[in-house]
T-cell receptor, first 114, second 111 residues
Framework: DQQVKQNSPSLSVQEGRISILNCDYT??????FLWYKKYPAEGPTFLIS?????DKNEDGRFTVFLNKSAKHLSLHIVPSQPGDSAVYFC?????????????FGQGTRLTINP | DAGVIQSPRHEVTEMGQEVTLRCKPI?????LFWYRQTMMRGLELLIY????????DSGMPEDRFSAKMPNASFSTLKIQPSEPRDSAVYFC?????????FGPGTRLTVT
């Protein structure tokens, strides 16, 4: 049972355009959501997060949107840059799971084309 | 801070051998996590510790896997005996709050 799903294994975007990565979850008890970015041969690095009490969080070029009724979150990157090419994982946690325990999606490989 | 440190970065071993992976968390972090990443299953949590105590080991695949955290600055993940299906990248992560910080991983190949 995959509680966190990233249905697009890959995404290709032109440099300067907006990249939108999507994530769906099934467990309504999740209350904290994170995005991680992973380059080859490195560990995932934390990018941005959002609590369930918010519907938007912004940090520079990165914005995460949360739609609790749809159990959906998205990461917007604008403008996209070649250095953004990486695998992006969304993750979720909730008190019942153990607040520190993250459940990860399968990842989306983002490629930014010059 | 040097971040989470893992060793070795690469390990190649023969089936049946014992493998020990090592992790040094970020100083001051009180949670430590071990993950395994494979193409088929993605990034899956194996076990995590809080203040050196194992909290949830439900992700440990079988008795061949064991993990210890003898002190706040060191943890090991041991596989004995190793099997080819254990080939994967193993990550250690540590945290103080919700955000986990990952090490560079150990790529394990069991032949």
């Amino acid at each position: 049972d995959q509680q966190v799903k990233q249905n697009s294994p890959s995404l290709s975007v032109q440099e300067g355009r907006i990249s939108i990565l999507n994530c769906d979850y099934t467990n309504s008890m999740f209350d904290y959501f994170l995005w991680y970015k992973k380059y080859p041969a490195e560990g995932p690095t934390f990018l941005i997060s959002i609590s369930s009490i918010k519907d938007k969080n912004e940090d520079g070029r990165f914005t995460v949107f949360l739609n609790k009724s749809a159990k959906h979150l998205s990461l917007h990157i604008v403008p996209s840059q070649p250095g953004d090419s990486a695998v992006y994982f969304c993750a979720a946690s909730g008190l019942l799971q153990g607040a520190q325990k993250l459940v990860f999606g399968q990842g989306t490989r983002l490629t930014i084309n010059p | 801070d040097a971040g989470v440190i893992q060793s070795p970065r690469h390990e190649v071993t023969e089936m049946g051998q014992e493998v020990t992976l090592r992790c040094k968390p970020i100083s001051g972090h009180d949670y430590l996590f071990w993950y395994r990443q494979t193409m088929m299953r993605g990034l899956e949590l194996l076990i995590y510790f809080n203040n050196n105590v194992p909290i949830d080991d439900s992700g440990m695949p079988e008795d061949r896997f064991s993990a210890k955290m003898p002190n706040a600055s060191f943890s090991t993940l041991k596989i004995q005996p190793s099997e080819p299906r254990d080939s994967a990248v193993y990550f250690c992560a540590s945290s103080l709050a919700n955000e986990q910080y990952f090490g560079p991983g150990t790529r394990l190949t069991v032949t």
